[in-house]
């Protein structure tokens, strides 16, 4: 481990390092066409192991998502700790692995089926603060903000379990950097979920992405929204607006024209090549905002359903697929009830889905969206995806009523088919389709 960290001269050399502001950042060709899956492996299983999520693997596999995004691995910090078992997000040793999990050799297994497997591995990494007891505290003080006193301070107040970092240390940077490169030598994982990436200057992950490039092409996601991260280091951002418009939505405290108006809002300000990961929930949502059962009630299957049909990249939160309906405990052991819900097959048909159909690829290589005007749009939200070789019809009920949806000019289907129910469905220029309250209809032509 040692010898991955900087020495005295390598810091000063830092200094010196030039680095790109703006560069056009490229997805993995593998990507363009995957769901992204968040494992919490702490709650995945009784044990919280990574021998004991292995056994997954094969269900995973046959539900077809094709990234799994691990929460943090690292070891966690005891000082200041909240709860029994801490933060995930309170990282103690950047290059170790939680030894409650298991083993370095295990996690090395695990990524090595994951591949044959035909599925890619992210790993989640918390640049902007580490835990109180850090060796780095001890050893690098210099990397870290400090009130006028002189003492360690958390970069948020409530987040009391951790410490800021000072990325005006370019020694940071290439420690950092170092560390993240050391988990991909390792391990041969496919690149990081970077944890609040807003915090971190733009110049420091443009720094990285040319450093981890070297190793591989990695794939990038951001926990920020801000247009800027797609031209320093990164593939896809959070969708947090459109998860706030479909919570909004289901509550009817926004029209359901708010959709379109926030499609227009993202093709205004994202580079093309942008993915955008659509959810509706995931860890912080779950714990802290409610589960999606609570937040969009009888609206959950619909919310999902324009999750993987709206440009770019849908998100499975760990339990979404068995019907998760409880808020996990944070700083505990809580368990996810594995069982049997409909929620499988529905998710594993939107997935192959979105597989078939490369009208619905993230990014620039995805068609774009264009509202088709139906005689229920307060209630209806109905687009298309066409690249003038396939098309993907999608029309779904955002309210609690029966309704009769109306087309005055549909997208013609001679050989159309409703993807759910596998029936032939033939689209004129005229259109109407009747929906039960939250009801969907995903017509295709073929």
Not at 103 to 112: A, G
Not at 328 to 354: A, M, T, V
């Amino acid at each position: 481990m040692k010898k991955y960290l900087v020495s005295f001269f390598v810091i000063l050399f830092v200094f010196t390092i030039p680095f790109q502001a703006q560069q056009k950042v490229t997805a993995p060709d593998w990507s363009y066409d995957q769901t992204i899956y968040e494992v919490n492996l702490r709650q995945f299983t009784p044990s919280g192991t990574i021998k004991e999520f292995r056994t997954h693997l094969p269900r995973l596999k046959e539900l077809g998502v094709g990234i799994l995004w691990f929460m943090p691995l690292h070891p966690i910090g005891e000082i200041n700790r909240k709860g029994t078992l801490g933060s995930y997000y309170s990282v103690k040793d950047y290059y170790g692995l939680d030894s409650s999990l298991g083993s370095k050799e295990e996690f090395q297994s695990l990524v090595k089926e994951i591949h044959k497997l035909g599925m890619h591995v992210i790993i989640d990494w918390v640049a902007n603060h580490t835990s109180w007891d850090n060796e780095l505290a001890k050893k690098h003080p210099e990397f870290y903000t400090k009130d006028s006193t002189g003492k360690f301070i958390p970069p948020v107040a409530d987040w009391a379990d951790v410490i800021d970092l000072n990325f005006e240390n370019k020694g940071l940077w290439s420690y950092m950097s170092g560390a993240m490169e050391y988990w991909l030598d390792e391990y041969n994982i496919d690149g990081f979920r970077c944890d609040v990436a807003g915090m971190v200057p733009n110049e420091f992950w443009s720094y990285l992405y040319s450093k981890l490039s070297a190793h591989k092409k990695v794939f990038m996601l951001a926990e920020d929204e801000s247009p800027v991260n797609h031209t320093t280091a990164f593939d896809m951002t959070y969708s947090w607006d459109m998860y706030h418009v479909f919570n909004e939505i289901a509550k009817g405290k926004k029209p359901v024209s708010e959709i379109f108006q926030q499609l227009q809002k993202e093709k205004g300000k994202y580079v093309p090549h942008a993915f955008r990961m659509r959810f509706i929930t995931n860890h912080d949502e779950n714990s802290w905002n409610g589960t999606e059962f609570e937040r969009l009630g009888d609206g959950v299957k619909a919310f999902s359903v324009l999750a993987f049909t709206l440009p770019g990249m849908p998100l499975l939160y760990n339990g979404q697929e068995a019907e998760l309906t409880k808020r996990l405990n944070f700083f505990e052991r809580d368990p996810i009830n594995w069982k049997k819900s409909n929620l499988f097959p529905f998710f594993k048909k939107l997935i192959q889905l979105k597989k078939e159909f490369s009208v619905l690829d993230a990014g620039e290589k995805g068609a774009s969206v264009e509202e088709v005007k139906n005689s229920s749009s307060d209630k209806v939200v109905s687009f298309l995806r066409s690249n003038g070789k396939e098309k993907v019809f999608i029309v779904v009920n955002l309210s609690k009523e029966n309704v009769t949806a109306d087309f005055p000019s549909a997208p013609e289907m001679k050989n159309g088919k409703d993807y759910c129910t596998k029936k032939k469905v033939k689209i004129g220029k005229t259109f109407s389709v009747e929906l039960n309250p939250w009801d969907y209809r995903i017509l295709t032509s073929k």
